[in-house]
């Protein structure tokens, strides 16, 4: 279950950081607007490269999400971020793949991601 706290986080626009490792630690950036979050809670990021988080995740499918917005109230004043352990895969078809191309039709995969544990770091 996606923290209502990370929700409110997500609707502002903020840097998105994944790291993925097969071999070396690799991170890539998205956007907080970019993430979409299915009914079943899985979190879906459009990818135009992320060539070598695809290829690592092929390999260990274990990922690692921060997130974060300074607007949002945290712990002890403005500003929040989370730390999601999750497993991803990337789509190329079906309906979460058609949602994400509808908006992102510059993307060639959706990376889909379900949380296995989400943490508020701040």
């Not at 607007?33 to 499918?61: D, F, Q, V």
């Not at 403005?78 to 509808?102: A, C, P, R, S």
């Not at 039709?105 to 544990?117: F, Y």
Request: net charge negative; aromatic share 8%; no cysteine.
């Amino acid at each position: 279950m996606i923290p209502e706290k990370m929700l409110e986080v997500l609707k502002d626009e903020g840097v998105v950081s994944i790291v993925t490792q097969f071999g070396e630690a690799h991170v890539v950036n998205t956007w907080n607007s970019y993430i979409k979050i299915t009914e079943e809670g899985k979190l879906l990021i459009p990818a135009g490269r992320m060539n070598t988080t695809e290829t690592n995740i092929k390999g260990n499918n274990k990922v690692l999400m921060t997130l974060g917005s300074r607007q949002v109230d945290g712990f002890h004043s403005k500003g929040t971020g989370f730390l999601i352990e999750g497993v991803g895969e990337f789509l190329y078809d079906g309906e979460d793949y058609d949602i994400m191309k509808e908006k992102f039709p510059w993307m060639r995969a959706t990376l889909a991601i379900r949380a296995d544990k989400i943490t508020q770091t701040l």
